[in-house]
């Protein structure tokens, strides 16, 4: 149905009783909850979802993919790293609490407020959920410091040693 430039709002129920697809991309730039990635504002986020009802119970549901490339910060060497965040919906259409509950585990529910929906929210929420826990390089391309030497701790150890003072102090004494 729609496929190249993505729609601003769509009508999820609509939609899945048509069998409707939408595909295309717009920008992280365009996902104003993504704003915190500053360094990847004009990557592309390609977006393939099929709105359909499910063949076993009926139930209108959402499927497809949603992927970017987000600059993040790497938890090792604190450098860039550009991570490839893709994320698999499968979304099942829902108007209530109680519908939720009801849900088949295959599926994560999405309430649907209205007729018309906002896709950007959607698209936020699906990346957001898919983000790694901890951004890290294959190989940092900064070398990180190992620790220190065994004769350097020794050295440090005596020259840091926070009861040297309270030992001159119990000898001044005697």
């Not at 409707?20 to 990635?37: C, N």
Request: negative net charge; aromatic residues 4%; glycine residues 6%.
């Amino acid at each position: 149905m729609f496929s190249g430039q993505l729609p601003h709002y769509v009508e999820p129920r609509k939609l899945a009783d048509q069998g409707g697809l939408i595909s295309g991309q717009t920008t992280v730039s365009a996902l104003p909850r993504l704003g915190d990635f500053e360094h990847s504002q004009s990557q592309p986020v390609g977006v393939a979802l099929t709105f359909e009802r499910d063949a076993d119970d009926g139930q209108r549901i959402v499927h497809g993919t949603v992927s970017t490339e987000l600059v993040m910060t790497c938890q090792r060497c604190l450098e860039p790293v550009s991570c490839t965040v893709t994320a698999e919906v499968m979304l099942a259409l829902v108007w209530s609490e109680e519908e939720i509950q009801a849900l088949p585990e295959r599926y994560d529910p999405w309430l649907v407020t209205d007729d018309k929906m906002p896709l950007a929210t959607l698209l936020e929420e699906e990346l957001l959920l898919a983000l790694p826990l901890v951004a890290t390089h294959e190989q940092c391309p900064t070398r990180l410091p190992e620790g220190d030497e065994p004769e350097d701790n020794a050295s440090a150890g005596k020259a840091d040693n926070p009861f040297a003072v309270l030992a001159s102090l119990k000898g001044s004494q005697k």
